[in-house]
């Protein structure tokens, strides 16, 4: 016999999914916000105050991993604009990103190209093995200043966008327009099309402004340097430490949510994890937090999916695994249709992206398949069997008898009844029940019993 109580494991599968969904979130925000803290110190060595007039303001944009996707495009052109309004001396950004999907790469850097304030792009710092690829390395080539950590990579560039693999994007064009002034040797170009190349090469060939291992150096190599800004100007920077604003950007709320969906492992597991809410939610009378968990989740998740590269027939296959493990639980069949669901879904996740960057890892979908598996054979099975009530107890039997609410009745959830847990529906004059309401069954509709207020303290009297 089972007595399981639908409430607590609906709030503890939805908790873990927004835990989920909140760690990630906050790892791309503390990486979006990470920045040298030696700067502060430098800045606190001023002599003397300094009139407001005369400071110099830098505009530092820090991305750590993740994909130039169209939220970072975003925040890029907005401190640039930003910058611009506010007379800034140099927008800084300093990342290391993988590769674009989705990004409209014509827009960025015709907002670089156009910029009147000196753009700097650092792939570092050192120690952290930065790269650019696809987009990123675009994005660096079209820097005013390009600087490079020695530990750090550029390229391969091509294909700028995993989203775009149909080859419409000319690459070694735009990359050759961008460094051809720059006296970049031509083999370089080949190079930095693909294949990582390392920073010694980079600066051998002639691509690299400057090299730095941080964002201190860097300014501090900067000051006094003349640069040509893509709005045809030249500028001589001033970056004194007792003249310096530093002012550090991030990605909004919104946009940090966008930008972590398009992390591969991400979406799969935020698809994964929203349907199975969903179907979980399905099971269930009435409509709760775990359902409410899993719109929001899959959303996510499908948002993902317009911006990577995804088969979609491996997406279906994923799906019809789900679908059909629900149906297995429903039927109590274990057999067949389990080894089908199993198939589906492994076969789906092997093939679910388009790029071969962006597979899964075979461990993931192991462990992923395990979960899945156990949640629908072991869980949700035993749920089922306590919404099913005690056996050789007829549900007739119950009429008139107390109980207590174990789950919300919204108008239906659970009843503890006799020592046991089952389905019930709300009939009293409320819109709904709380848990530990007392009630009593006054009737049974099909595998549910229906109940209304009850006052234990009437039986009392009656008895006296």
Same mark, same amino acid.
């Given at each position: 016999m089972f007595s399981l109580s639908r409430g607590p494991v609906r709030r503890s599968l939805a908790c873990a999914v927004l835990a989920f969904v909140a760690l990630g979130l906050t790892a791309s925000s503390v990486a979006a916000q990470e920045v040298d803290p030696t700067l502060d110190s430098d800045l606190e060595r001023c002599p003397t105050p300094i009139d407001e007039q005369d400071v110099r303001t830098v505009e530092v944009l820090p991305l750590r991993g993740g994909f130039f996707d169209p939220p970072v495009a975003a925040q890029v052109t907005d401190v640039i604009e930003l910058a611009e309004e506010a007379g800034s001396e140099l927008v800084v950004l300093q990342y290391s990103s993988g590769g674009g999907v989705s990004v409209d790469l014509d827009e960025l850097l015709g907002s670089m190209e156009a910029s009147p304030?000196?753009?700097?792009?650092?792939?570092? =710092? %050192?120690? +952290?093995?930065?790269?650019?690829?696809?987009?990123? /390395?675009?994005?660096?080539?079209?820097?005013?200043?390009?600087?490079i950590s020695a530990d750090a990579t550029v390229g391969p560039v091509s294909p700028s966008n995993l989203s775009d693999l149909d080859g419409s994007f000319d690459e070694a064009a735009v990359l050759g327009g961008l460094l051809d002034d720059?006296?970049?040797?031509?083999?370089?170009?080949?190079?930095?099309?693909?294949?990582?190349?390392?920073?010694?090469?980079?600066?051998?060939? /002639?691509? *690299?402004?400057? +090299?730095?291992?941080?964002?201190? $150096?860097?300014?501090?190599?900067?000051?006094g340097r003349t640069v040509a800004t893509g709005g045809g100007d030249e500028r001589t920077l001033q970056i004194r430490a007792c003249e310096l604003e530093v002012r550090f950007h991030s990605l909004g709320l919104v946009r940090r949510v966008l930008h972590a969906a398009t992390t591969a492992p991400f979406i799969y597991l935020l698809l994964v994890v929203?349907? !199975?809410?969903?179907? &979980?939610?399905?099971?269930? =009378?009435?409509?709760?937090?775990?359902?409410?968990? !899993?719109?929001?989740? +899959?959303?996510?998740?499908? &948002? /993902?999916?317009?911006?990577? $590269?995804?088969?979609?027939?491996?997406?279906?296959? *994923?799906?019809?695994?789900?679908? %059909?493990?629900?149906?297995? +639980?429903?039927?109590?069949? &274990?057999?067949?249709?389990?080894? /089908?669901?199993?198939?589906a879904f492994v076969i789906g996740s092997i093939r679910f992206y388009a790029a071969d960057a962006l597979a899964l890892n075979p461990w993931l979908i192991g462990a992923t398949t395990v979960t899945v598996a156990a949640f629908f054979v072991f869980v949700m099975t035993t749920v089922l069997r306590a919404q099913a009530g005690p056996e050789g107890l007829s549900l007739d039997e119950l009429v008139g008898k107390p109980g207590i609410v174990r789950s919300v009745l919204n108008p239906e959830g659970h009843v503890y009844i006799d020592g046991a847990l089952w389905r019930a529906r709300w009939t009293g004059d409320a819109k709904r029940a709380k848990v530990g309401t007392p009630v009593r069954v006054h009737a049974v509709e099909g595998p549910v019993v229906l109940v209304e207020p009850f006052d234990p303290s009437e039986v009392v009297s009656s008895d006296a």
């Open positions: 304030v000196p753009i700097a792009a650092l792939v570092g =710092p %050192l120690g +952290t093995g930065a790269e650019a690829a696809g987009a990123a /390395g675009l994005v660096w080539a079209a820097a005013d200043i390009r600087a720059a006296g970049t040797a031509p083999e370089l170009l080949e190079q930095l099309l693909n294949e990582r190349v390392d920073a010694d090469t980079l600066v051998e060939g /002639g691509a *690299v402004t400057l +090299t730095a291992q941080g964002l201190e $150096p860097l300014l501090v190599e900067l000051d929203g349907l !199975g809410m969903l179907l &979980f939610e399905a099971f269930q =009378p009435g409509f709760g937090v775990a359902g409410l968990a !899993g719109i929001i989740t +899959t959303a996510i998740g499908a &948002f /993902g999916l317009t911006v990577l $590269p995804v088969v979609w027939w491996a997406v279906a296959l *994923v799906v019809l695994g789900l679908l %059909l493990y629900a149906v297995d +639980t429903a039927v109590a069949g &274990f057999g067949p249709i389990t080894l /089908g669901a199993t198939a």
